[in-house]
């Protein structure tokens, strides 16, 4: 027995201890909270924390920030302009949501010479890496990860190599124990882009689900420079605008071929409600404001014969897998899929396209060293 099974294995032991870990939740309900920075790990933190659990923040801090100014609906600041009370000096929670190593031990620096003696990273929040959890892992807790214990274990065997099987028990783990597992990383420059797998078919015909404001594209483009076709997909509004913005100015050095839609992709067409997320984070939502066309790849691109699909689709990712069945038996394109954004999809995507039997190895990567960015990259060797 390998010792990452040995692992996956204690993991499920004294459910007694898992079901009543700690959690930063029940300490921030009772403190003044201050965020500090005002960028994508700060959208997420709003998100996923506060609104979830009915918290609110007294003030963000943030260097571009002026007195006077709202993030979010919340007063801001820059940090030297915040006077804090002594009170708040030792009672306050302060939250760094900004997510670069490099810049942490400066922000850290910065909020104790401001007198602050509690500080915390939102990632060090088991909440915060909680972004769609199934209705039975909340009504279940533990006893959830007991019924799918057979899946995890055996989903285990189908990884390609020992990097891809760490990332797997620290992500399990992170779940289990609901406490932020260290996990191994990978340089964030590669991510969809890894230089350390051999994927066969390469990116000439690129599908790109979730594109957000063509973050992507703009990558493919500086490594790999004009291709054959690119196919985008992004449901949300306003970064839809900024996609189509660029594709069409940039359309003719990036592909021979370029189409967008403003669309999700899901398992079949429907129209489903949407939550904006401000600019990211936008998902598939029951509660959402707004309502977002939603389209199978399969009926959509049929007969684009793509090479290589890339998949971010906030939660979403397993039902438009299954929406690109016929996609992936005809041509077995490389694949890059978002496997965190529900504590299942770690095991329950792999499992599905090993289900396919079309010849795939599985490998996973982490750029983040927590939850978030977890790729599962999938490729048929060449023969």
């Known amino acids: 027995m390998s010792n990452y ?8 032991k004294q459910p007694s201890v898992h079901n009543n870990s700690f959690s930063y939740i029940d300490l921030l309900r009772d403190k003044k909270i ?14 996923f924390v506060l609104r979830r659990y009915g918290l609110k923040a007294q003030i963000v ?31 306050a929670i302060v939250v760094v949501t900004v997510i670069t190593k490099q810049y942490q031990e400066e922000i850290f620096k910065c909020l104790k010479s401001m007198g602050f003696r509690n500080i915390i990273l939102s990632s060090d929040i088991y909440e915060y890496h909680l972004l769609h959890p199934p209705t039975e892992l909340i ?9 799918n214990k057979e899946k995890i274990l055996s989903c285990l065997d189908i990884f390609s190599d020992n990097l891809s099987s760490n990332v797997f028990v620290s992500v ?37 689900c979730g594109a957000y404001n063509g973050d992507t594209v703009l990558k493919l483009n500086a490594l790999y420079g ?35 839609f403003p669309c999700g992709v899901f398992s079949h067409e429907t129209q489903l409600r949407f939550s904006c997320g401000d600019k990211v984070n936008s998902a598939i939502s029951d509660e959402g404001d707004s309502v977002v066309q939603c389209v199978s790849l399969d009926h959509v691109i049929p007969g684009c014969k793509p090479t290589f699909i890339q998949m971010d689709v906030e939660g979403a990712e397993l039902e438009a897998l299954k929406g690109a069945e016929a996609l992936l038996k005809e041509n077995k394109p490389d694949l890059a899929i ?12 792999p499992l599905y396209l090993e289900s396919l039997c079309l010849g795939y190895v599985f490998y996973l990567r982490n750029y983040t060293s927590f939850v978030a960015e977890t790729v599962l990259y999938a490729t048929v060797p060449k023969e």
Not at 34 to 47: K, Q
Not at 62 to 79: E, H, I, N
Request: with cysteine.
């Open 139 to 147: 009504e279940r807790g533990f006893d959830y990860y007991l019924d």
């Open 172 to 208: 399990v783990e992170t779940h289990i124990k609901k406490s932020p597992t260290a996990i191994s990383i990978s340089p964030m420059e590669e991510q969809y882009f890894p230089r350390d797998i051999n994927l066969s078919k390469g990116y000439s015909r690129f599908i790109n």
């Open 5 to 12: 099974k040995e692992a996956l294995i204690e993991l499920f």
């Open 61 to 91: 801090l943030d260097r571009k920030f002026q007195s006077g100014d709202f993030y979010l609906d919340v007063p801001s600041c820059a940090p030297f302009e915040y006077q804090p009370t002594e009170d708040e000096k030792i009672d």
């Open 338 to 349: 978002c496997v965190y954004h529900a504590p299942n999809h770690i095991w329950d995507i």
């Open 226 to 260: 004009k291709i054959d076709l690119i196919v985008c997909f992004e449901p949300d509004s306003e970064n839809f605008g900024s996609l189509s913005k660029y594709l069409s100015a940039k359309h003719s050095e990036i592909a021979q071929s370029v189409m967008a």
């Open 34 to 47: 201050i965020v500090y920075g005002a960028g994508g790990g700060a959208v997420s933190f709003f998100t």
